[in-house]
């Protein structure tokens, strides 16, 4: 199946989150972020204040799920960047986060590792940035311990939830 995703939520959100490529469940459902990273990056955002139906629109770098579900290619990333972007702009959010390291390379075009970024503001053409580790990611780590990646990114994103209703 090569089935376009395209985004879901409030088309007037004040927050674009920005995933890699949809998975076999995005795929069958039509909508992003509802496999399993998704349950788990939904869970966080509550957890951090945000409210999934007004604030958050989510979308993908990749709009169709790359196959046997690998990372996706320089070449695909070119040929859906340029919707990307046409999204946010047409979205205005006044916050993007991006997860895992192969949204913030496409849409920061930096070369700097997730872990050395994650957590930090970026300011480029009038938004605000931060990337933020890839929920799949958080699933492989136990969350008890103080600098697990779960915990970093409950921080992440409990900064962000602050930066947006302190704008």
């Not at 985004?7 to 069958?28: C, D, H, Q, W």
């Not at 859906?80 to 949204?103: F, N």
Request: one cysteine or more; proline letters at 5%; a positive charge.
């Amino acid at each position: 199946m090569k089935r376009l995703i395209v985004g879901k939520g409030n088309l007037y959100a004040r927050v674009i989150i920005v995933g890699e490529a949809p998975g076999s469940t995005e795929e069958k459902m039509g909508k992003p972020f509802v496999g399993k990273s998704g349950k788990i990056l939904s869970k966080l955002l509550i957890k951090t204040g945000f409210n999934l139906n007004k604030d958050i629109y989510f979308c993908n770098v990749i709009k169709c799920r790359p196959p046997n579900n690998r990372k996706p290619t320089n070449k695909e990333i070119l040929i859906h960047k340029p919707w990307l972007m046409q999204q946010i702009k047409l979205i205005d959010p006044e916050i993007i986060i991006l997860t895992g390291s192969t949204a913030m390379k496409a849409v920061l075009g930096v070369k700097e590792s997730i872990s050395s970024l994650r957590g930090k503001w970026i300011n480029k053409n009038g938004k605000k940035y931060i990337s933020i580790f890839h929920p799949s990611y958080i699933m492989r780590f136990s969350n008890e311990k103080k600098n697990s990646p779960y915990r970093l990114t409950l921080k992440d994103l409990q900064n962000a939830s602050n930066k947006l209703y302190n704008l």
